[in-house]
């Protein structure tokens, strides 16, 4: 579906109190409310969930499915990358494989990056019966304020950085200097405030006597 239409349709859906801004903030990936996520084949890579944090330690991460509440947390490993508080640009290598997957620089979050109550979606591996996180993309945070990817992560996603990494020395053509460029935390929380608003905190002050 378009992403105008998308759009217009959850903003109807919010008005009309169908969807909830909760279940509007389902990362992709999440999949349809009625069908469990798929069991991932023994040795595959690149597997996708997503879900809400309910905790964080240095070396794993549980997910509480939004479509699928009643679904007990799933607790994941982390890969030697995470756990050392590295960047995860590169691939997880399927032994025996030709080609391997791309790794989008919004999953390159770290793990610290990372708080309880985040939306996200993972790309994990299934390894010897375990699961392991290798990717995480950072969706939403209930304070509204996704935290910025790492710089290095960023700027695989600005063409004028990716230019002068391939070209280096060489001027930066103006149709891609001058092309307007918007870091993804900035996109997302633009998103997440023109669509769902979180709700502010009411206070109440003491009764006036009429």
Same mark, same amino acid.
């Given at each position: ?11 109807s859906?919010?008005?009309s109190?169908?969807?909830?801004? $909760?279940?509007a903030?389902i990362?992709?990936g999440q999949?349809?409310?009625d069908?469990p996520?798929?069991e991932?084949k023994e040795?595959? $890579?690149?597997?996708?969930y997503?879900?809400? $944090?309910?905790k ?6 549980t ?8 679904d007990?947390?799933w607790?994941?490993? $982390?890969?030697e990358?995470l ?6 640009v590169?691939?997880r290598?399927?032994?025996g ?5 791309s790794?989008? /620089?919004e999953?390159m979050y770290r793990?610290?990056d990372?708080?309880?109550?985040d939306?996200?979606?993972i790309g994990y591996a299934?390894?010897n019966?375990?699961?392991i ?13 996704v ?8 700027d695989?996603?600005?063409?004028r950085e990716v230019?002068?990494?391939?070209? /280096?020395g060489?001027?930066?053509p ?10 993804y935390h900035?996109?997302?929380?633009a998103?997440?405030?023109?669509i769902?608003?979180m ?5 109440i002050?003491p009764a006036?006597a009429p």
């Amino acid at each position: 579906m378009p992403r105008t239409i998308w759009s217009l349709t959850l903003v109807s859906l919010l008005a009309s109190g169908i969807v909830s801004p $909760v279940a509007a903030g389902i990362p992709r990936g999440q999949g349809a409310a009625d069908v469990p996520p798929l069991e991932p084949k023994e040795g595959s $890579v690149n597997n996708d969930y997503a879900g809400i $944090v309910t905790k964080v330690t240095k070396d794993s991460i549980t997910l509480q499915s939004i479509n699928r509440p009643k679904d007990a947390p799933w607790t994941f490993g $982390v890969s030697e990358t995470l756990a050392a508080g590295k960047v995860p640009v590169e691939p997880r290598r399927q032994p025996g494989a030709r080609y391997t997957y791309s790794v989008m /620089p919004e999953y390159m979050y770290r793990l610290t990056d990372v708080k309880v109550g985040d939306s996200i979606a993972i790309g994990y591996a299934r390894l010897n019966g375990a699961d392991i996180c290798d990717h995480i993309r950072i969706w939403r945070r209930p304070d509204g304020l996704v935290p910025p990817l790492p710089k290095e992560a960023e700027d695989l996603r600005d063409s004028r950085e990716v230019w002068k990494t391939r070209h /280096p020395g060489r001027p930066v053509p103006d149709v891609i200097a001058n092309r307007r460029y918007t870091p993804y935390h900035e996109q997302q929380n633009a998103y997440w405030a023109r669509i769902a608003p979180m709700p502010r905190e009411v206070k109440i002050g003491p009764a006036v006597a009429p």
